[in-house]
């Protein structure tokens, strides 16, 4: 079946560690985003890519970096500059810019 | 640029009454329209979307959707509650314009109670 997946479900980091989320989807997929969810907060977009080798900043990149070196992969680096990173992230893809986007199930990270 | 407002951080509705989840939107654009849900811990499920066809726009689980430009409104109903129907559901609206990070916006949620 076509998705897609997030790894792994649940994340724990120290303090001052990088940790890198996968994100992996088998839809054909141009688009894929990144969005961090806290409470009361709605989704907010870390970063898109619209094409394999481009990505743009979205509304909170400050502390995450990625990459898209495949179509099919986008994963999510969340660096120790993010000083407040227990989240919910999601990845999600569009076929097409700003068209329906199909979410994977979520990776909890949190910070201990 | 375009922006979503649901009306309503939280609704409680008896099991067996009508839901109604308040949706209104702003757009430069003809705008493309979805509600998602969201149980606990998961990723986000289309629930239905408007893309300029029908105004009413039937989805899964038995919700619907009403596209009302006059109003700048998308309201999501449901005649009558199930228990399962407790999560949370995001309004999206999309532009479809590229060329930056308004591909798809979100609203903040509201969060659906079912009372036994």
């Known amino acids: 079946d076509g998705g897609i997946t997030q790894s792994p479900k649940y994340l724990f980091r120290k303090e001052g560690q990088n940790v890198t989320l996968s994100c992996e989807q088998n839809?054909?997929?141009?688009?894929m985003y990144w969005y961090r969810q806290d409470p009361g907060q709605g989704l907010r977009l870390i970063y898109y890519s619209q094409i394999v080798n481009d990505f743009q900043k979205g509304d909170i990149a400050e502390g995450y970096s990625v990459s898209r070196e495949k179509k099919e992969s986008f994963p999510l680096t969340v660096t120790s500059a993010q000083k407040n990173p227990t989240a919910f992230y999601l990845c999600?893809?569009?076929?097409?810019?700003?068209?329906?986007?199909?979410f994977g199930q979520g990776t909890r990270l949190t910070v201990v | 640029a375009q922006s979503v407002t649901q009306l309503d951080s939280h609704v409680s509705v008896s099991e067996g009454t009508p839901v109604l989840l308040r949706c209104n939107y702003s757009s430069s654009y003809s705008p493309s329209l979805f509600w998602y849900v969201q149980h606990p811990n998961k990723g986000l499920q289309l629930l239905l979307k408007y893309t300029s066809a029908a105004t009413l726009v039937k989805g899964i689980n038995g919700f619907e959707a009403e596209f009302k430009k006059s109003e700048t409104s998308f309201h999501l109903t449901k005649p009558s509650a199930h228990m399962s129907d407790a999560a949370e559901y995001f309004c999206?609206?999309?532009?479809?314009?590229?060329?930056?990070?308004?591909?798809?916006?979100f609203g903040k949620g509201t969060h659906l109670i079912i009372q036994p």
């Open positions: 999600a893809s569009t076929p097409q810019w700003g068209t329906e986007a199909f």
């Open positions: 839809l054909n997929h141009d688009a």
């Open positions: 999206v609206v999309s532009d479809h314009k590229g060329g930056g990070a308004d591909g798809l916006t």
